[in-house]
């Protein structure tokens, strides 16, 4: 950045707040009371800034940066804004010489005031016309590649009277999905609405075969959230090793989206959230807990950056794309069911059971139930054509990216075609969604037999569709294969698929089907069909178990068995029915799946086949209803009604909580106490801030019960 230079021994007046006179000190002996007179006339007709209007309002509408809470402008790069400026007298162009100072951090740019945009540098132009008064329409426009950061404005004169300065104030500057010159430019409107100024979202929880509905807040127009992600930026390690550095490579999205993963997590720096997967979550919060980032950034920032307890997944992934959507790179968060992690590189994940069916846990590698990330939108200027768009990122700590807890940003193009040659962590992420898994059967070590399950892992990757709460699918954006259709539980409560899980091998086939959707405080009921596949008479054992399970971990001891021992004529088949009681599995942790297996054994030949399922439970739902919901307008009060009623065969208590960004201006808390299947109703008033589509969303917390209950609702709200 270039200097502006000004004389030497000088002297400066304050003249106001705003308002530096500059003059020098120089006295050559020569002064008499004609050259005085010359110089307090000169004084008198030296241009002076009076006040300077930022136009907020104006600016900030057009650069769709309404309603991002900030004291400063907030604008867009590559995109001017207009400044109205008022003199003491007419500007003149020839006579009155003005700069615009643009100061980021310690480093400065001087840009000579003209009449023209140059759109490949910083730029500062009066529009035509906006001379004829004291008062001046100044437009300044950024290249489209400008760091991302907060800035300083000056105004600096030379005239005849010596050099004088006004300072204007600050604006923060962002990236500009609406501007194609931009690197993170997308074409579509509504993929702008939707992946940057959308403030709600759902993350996609429980299994391929039963998704689950996730309501978040990204509470990007929050107060305070706009400064906190800035601030974010400059307590990151690269910024304190060398602040020169960061602040020119802040025009790179591909920059600021390895800052912003690592900075996510507090594995090497004073990142936001401290990762927890114990159970053990004392000192801070279960990550099931939140359901929003802007509680999470506000803590961070009150402790003087010091990590918030507890994150996991989807959480990190959740406060990833508030920042970056605040930053203006379109985000969106992504969902892979089935979630390999292969420590070890080989694609390939062992699952151990017993020859009576139980899950052992062996292994280094694993395969989550799910796995949250995120997905960013910009070009990879540093790849050959063919791999901009969408970019993984992922800011949960895993693996080192460069020595750093982050990982990305990853072309999913690239991951598709398993280009592990191209930057960054493709490998890793390629595994997460193609490991092959080898079912083993074992007995003291040995393998009794085995099997490879190839489309397992990443059986379904989903994200929120546009203008819609229904999950998309984008398996196929990753890998070359067709993914299972979910069926997903929100509000509406479709029903899950029923599992059928079935396997065989030269004599024996085994199928494990649900008779109907295991609903929690419901018994859940499935039947097992063996059938002898050869023309011999069989005695087969047949060995069933469940286990508890968290989403990221191998099962727990098993809390359910069964075992029979049946006769099968040749080609017979025959169906045993189960069913496991709501007491027997009420233990079940909040979020806690079950692996359900089935081990057949022919007695005669020792022969094993295994199916088994992983699944979740239907959780019952918080109703939410609007009233006069066609006509919910900004700034009027409007009411929501909450119902629910307990599903439960024992009484039941908790806490319920209701929260809204940009409709309500903090949480609303009610002790609720039920017995079975009494029903409650309550009343909740709301404002909305601003025009938009924002979402009301309820969770219900027991007290007796380790089920977390949840509702939420869109609303439209149009202008006032």
């Given at each position: ?16 707040g ?19 007179q010359?110089?307090?006339?000169s004084?008198m ?5 009076q ?14 940066t ?7 402008l ?9 400044l ?15 700069v ?14 003209t ?7 910083w730029?500062?132009?009066f ?27 000056q ?6 009277s ?16 609406w ?7 997308i ?6 609405e ?11 929880q ?9 309501p ?5 127009y ?6 906190i992600c ?8 690269e910024?304190?090793?060398n602040?020169?550095?960061d ?23 004073c ?6 997967w ?8 279960n ?14 920032a ?14 990190f992934?959740g406060v ?8 203006g ?7 892979n069911?089935?979630s ?12 151990f ?12 590698d ?10 960013c939108?910009?070009k ?7 791999f901009?768009?969408?970019q993984?990122?992922d800011?949960?700590p ?9 990982c ?8 598709r075609?398993?280009r ?23 007995q003291?070590?040995?393998v ?21 709460n229904?999950p998309?699918?984008?398996t196929?954006?990753y890998?070359?294969?067709?993914a ?7 509000s509406?409560?479709?029903a899950?698929?029923?599992a059928?899980?079935?396997s ?5 086939s ?9 609903v929690?405080?419901g018994n ?6 063996v059938?002898?596949l ?9 060995h069933?178990?469940?286990?508890a399970?968290?989403?990221?971990r ?12 049946i006769?099968l ?11 496991i ?9 909040n ?8 081990v ?5 030949s020792?022969?094993r086949?295994?199916a ?5 439970l ?8 609007i009233?006069d919901e066609?006509s ?7 009411v929501a009604?909450l ?5 439960f065969s024992?009484?039941?208590?908790g806490?319920l ?21 009494e029903s ?8 909305p ?6 979402m ?11 089920a ?13």
């Open positions: 950045m270039c200097d502006f230079s000004i004389a030497p021994d000088i002297i400066i007046e304050v003249k106001s705003d308002e530096v006179y500059i003059s020098t000190s120089r006295n050559d002996g020569f002064s008499s009371n004609s050259s005085r010359r110089r307090q006339h004084l007709d030296a241009l002076r800034v006040s300077v209007n930022l136009e907020h309002a104006q600016n900030q509408k057009q650069h769709n309404e309603g991002l809470n900030s004291a400063s907030v604008v867009r790069r590559g995109q001017p804004f207009k109205t400026v008022a003199f003491n007298r007419r500007y003149i162009p020839n006579r009155d010489g003005l615009l100072r643009v100061e980021l951090d310690r480093l400065y740019n001087d840009i000579p005031i009449f023209s945009r140059d759109p490949s540098q730029s500062a132009y529009q035509q016309g906006s001379l004829d008064s004291t008062k001046a329409s100044l437009c300044v426009c950024s290249p489209a590649n400008a760091p991302v950061g907060v800035y300083q404005l105004l600096l004169m030379m005239s005849p010596g050099p004088y300065s006004f300072r204007v104030g600050q604006f923060t500057l962002l990236c500009n999905p501007c194609s010159a931009d690197s993170v430019y074409p579509d409107e509504s993929q702008r939707e992946y940057v100024k959308n403030d709600f979202g759902l993350l996609y429980g299994t391929a075969k039963n998704v689950i509905f996730r978040w807040s990204f509470d990007q929050e107060n305070g959230i706009l400064d800035m601030m974010m930026l400059q307590v990151s390690p910024h304190k090793r602040w020169r550095t602040n020119s490579n802040r025009s790179d999205p591909i920059y600021i989206s390895r800052v912003v993963s690592a900075m996510i997590n507090s594995n090497d720096d990142g936001v959230l401290q990762g927890n114990s159970e053990d979550y004392s000192g801070g919060v990550p099931s807990d939140w359901n929003g980032s802007g509680e999470i950034l506000r803590q961070w009150q402790s003087r950056f010091s990590p918030v307890k507890y994150g996991q997944c989807w959480v992934a990833m794309c508030t920042v970056m959507r605040v930053l790179i379109p985000t969106r968060v992504v969902t069911f089935d390999a992690h292969d420590t070890n590189g080989n694609l390939v994940i062992e699952e059971y017993t020859e009576t069916g139980e899950k052992l846990p062996r292994g280094q694993s395969i989550w139930n799910f796995h949250v990330w995120v997905e939108w910009m990879r200027a540093d790849l050959r054509a063919g901009d768009g969408w993984v990122l800011p949960t895993q693996e080192r990216s460069e020595g750093v807890y982050r990305g940003p990853a072309p999913v193009k690239a991951i075609e398993k592990i040659d191209m930057p960054f962590d493709i490998p890793f992420i390629y595994a997460e969604v193609n490991a092959d898994v080898c079912v083993c059967i074992v003291q070590g040995k009794l037999s085995y099997s490879t399950d190839t489309n397992k892992v990443g059986s379904l990757i989903c994200t929120k569709s546009l203008g819609s229904r998309q699918d984008i196929s954006t890998k070359y294969t067709t299972i259709q979910p069926v997903t539980s929100n509406t409560m479709a899950p698929i029923l059928n899980n079935s065989s091998a030269d004599g024996l085994v199928k494990l089907r649900f008779l109907k959707a295991p929690i405080g859940i009921s499935f039947s097992v069909t059938t002898n050869e023309s011999t008479r069989k005695t087969v054992r047949q069933v178990n469940a286990q399970k968290s989403y990221n191998s099962p727990s001891d098993a809390f359910w068995e069964a075992h029979n021992t006769q004529a040749p080609h017979e088949s025959k169906v045993l029915e189960h069913q009681s709501y007491r027997q599995y009420a233990m079940l942790g979020g806690q799946l079950v692996n359900l297996a089935v057949v054994m022919d007695v005669a020792q022969e086949v295994l088994s399922e992983e699944f979740n239907t959780s019952p739902t918080i109703s939410i209803r009233e066609g919910v307008v900004a700034q009027k009060v409007q009604m119902t629910f009623t307990n599903p024992e009484p039941v208590s806490v909580t209701m929260a809204g960004a940009g409709l309500l201006e903090d949480k609303v808390l009610f002790n609720i106490a039920l017995q079975p299947g409650m109703e309550t009343a909740v008033k709301f404002t801030k601003m025009a938009g589509v924002k009301l969303h309820a969770n219900l917390r027991l007290n007796n019960n380790p977390v209950i949840r509702g939420f609702r869109t609303i439209t709200v149009r202008a006032a």
